[in-house]
């Protein structure tokens, strides 16, 4: 492995751990770095740990806030998303993967711009039985095939209209729960090989730096700004991986 490439996997440790205490939605450039540097099956198990540590810091901070009703209604439609997603990945040929996870990243991207630009558009969805199982089933498909269903996880809760600290604890815990139920699955799938163990331990820390930096962050910068300068590079990058 090239400096080069081991820099751009630093930085995409970086940006999993800037996703969980900041925007959630920058966790897609991390996907598509991933996919680039990495062979793409072992890409989605080393990222997987990676969000897992983030995870853990995140169930940290905001412990105490989850809505549980809420994640109680999209226990049995993520359950089905995953193994799903699962199954996919067992018979889906390798080469597949790569444009799929560009395909999987353009759409949450573009769900992330319906979101930001048209607040209003979900309200036909919002809440209620059905809207738990289309979306719950999504994310838990594309959160097994790429890491990527923070965004529509993001589009159900903001259409669920709760209160900023229970949104963001309520997404701690979610990922933190599904990430945990993937792990064995990816090992399986042999998504995670004993040989990059030591490589995943290694991005830990980074991981780390970019949950404080997003933190000290957020508070000082303009979300609104830099969301829609994420969209556009998570959004350019998809399209890299679908079309490349």
Request: hydrophobic share 60%.
């Amino acid at each position: 492995m090239s400096a080069a490439e081991l820099l751009a996997l630093v930085l995409g440790a970086a940006i999993v751990g800037f996703s969980k205490t900041a925007v959630s939605g920058v966790s897609t450039l991390a996907v598509v770095l991933y996919a680039v540097v990495l062979p793409v099956r072992e890409s989605i198990g080393v990222l997987l740990v990676l969000l897992m540590a983030g995870d853990v810091l995140a169930v940290c901070i905001y412990r105490r806030h989850a809505d549980w009703a809420t994640l109680r209604g999209l226990l049995l439609p993520v359950t089905v998303g995953i193994g799903a997603g699962a199954a996919f990945l067992a018979l889906a040929p390798t080469d597949w993967l790569r444009p799929l996870i560009g395909l999987v990243v353009v759409a949450m991207t573009l769900l992330q711009v319906r979101r930001r630009f048209a607040p209003g558009s979900g309200d036909a969805v919002n809440g209620g039985r059905p809207a738990a199982v289309g979306f719950g089933s999504l994310a838990g498909f594309t959160t097994m095939v790429a890491n990527a269903g923070g965004p529509v996880m993001s589009l159900y809760l903001l259409r669920s209209r709760l209160e900023v600290a229970r949104f963001v604890g309520t997404t701690a815990w979610f990922f933190a729960c599904v990430n945990a139920t993937k792990l064995p699955i990816s090992i399986g799938l042999g998504l995670l090989r004993p040989q990059r163990i030591l490589l995943c331990l290694m991005l830990i820390p980074a991981v780390v730096v970019g949950a404080l930096v997003g933190r000290w962050t957020l508070s000082r910068i303009s979300q609104a700004l830099f969301e829609s300068v994420v969209l556009v590079v998570a959004g350019l990058s998809g399209a890299y991986l679908l079309f490349a």
